[in-house]
């Protein structure tokens, strides 16, 4: 049981919008930087926006994080096929004193 | 061009104590903020988060598994190493290794990874 809660699954459909939730405490989210990874099926995961909202060099801007208080969000607008993979949140949670990845949100595109 | 390529053995016994290596290219391990991690995937399960080593040689472990695990690098051959002792089935996993950039600003921020290596643990 993690403790940055995910839901288990997402869907959309193509061109539309869709976002995936991470809720946590104030020992993670609400006092660290938020980040979100990709991980297609079978491949390794790749980070899609670190530091909340911030997109690496070659992340397309559909994609978007976002944060308010102890809960995160990762937008993608215009879905497409090649979305759907797994998404997981992480981030540093000071109780712990350690990084903690979500559960992870398995996204299908419809 | 960043690359992480991640080798050991596939197959190790309980109690045996499992050593993986990270070899990596197009970045210097001497730049500040630079770092290299280890995280792992249990067969259909989340990602979990192992340990983290930076250019000053601080190093970061996992706290349910710090007792058991410890990372060194060899800047020399370009090698980030990870051992974990007294191996368990339940340690059964791809194990990855990953760039953490100087820009990230964050423990957990990691741009590039390795393919991952599958090492399964049973008698």
């Known amino acids: 049981q993690s403790v940055l809660t995910q839901p288990p699954s997402a869907s959309g459909t193509p061109g539309h919008r869709v976002t995936i939730s991470c809720s946590g405490s104030s020992s993670n989210i609400g006092s660290n930087t938020i980040n979100w990874y990709q991980q297609l099926p079978g491949k390794a995961p790749k980070l899609l926006i670190y530091?909340?909202?911030q997109r690496p060099s070659g992340v397309p801007d559909r994609f978007s994080g976002s944060k308010s208080a102890t809960s995160a969000s990762l937008a993608i607008s215009g879905l497409q096929s090649e979305d759907e993979a797994h998404y997981y949140c992480?981030?540093?949670?000071?109780?712990?004193?350690?990084?903690?990845f979500g559960g992870g949100t398995r996204l299908t595109v419809l | 061009q960043i690359t992480l390529k991640e080798s050991g053995p596939t197959l190790v016994k309980p109690t045996q104590t499992l050593t993986l290596t990270c070899t990596f290219s197009?970045?210097?391990?001497?730049?500040?903020?630079?770092?290299v991690a280890w995280i792992r995937q249990p067969p259909g399960k989340a990602l979990e988060w192992l340990a983290l080593?930076?250019?000053?040689?601080?190093?970061r472990y996992s706290p349910s598994l710090k007792s058991r695990l410890t990372i060194t690098d060899d800047t020399s051959k370009n090698q980030v190493v990870l051992t974990m002792t007294d191996m368990d089935p339940v340690d059964t996993a791809t194990y990855y290794c990953a760039h953490r950039p100087s820009y990230s600003g964050s423990h957990i921020a990691y741009d590039i990874w390795g393919q991952g290596t599958m090492v399964t643990v049973s008698s």
């Open positions: 197009g970045f210097s391990f001497s730049t500040t903020g630079v770092g």
């Open positions: 530091n909340n909202n």
């Open positions: 992480a981030v540093w949670d000071d109780i712990l004193n350690g990084p903690v």
């Open positions: 080593i930076y250019w000053n040689d601080d190093k």
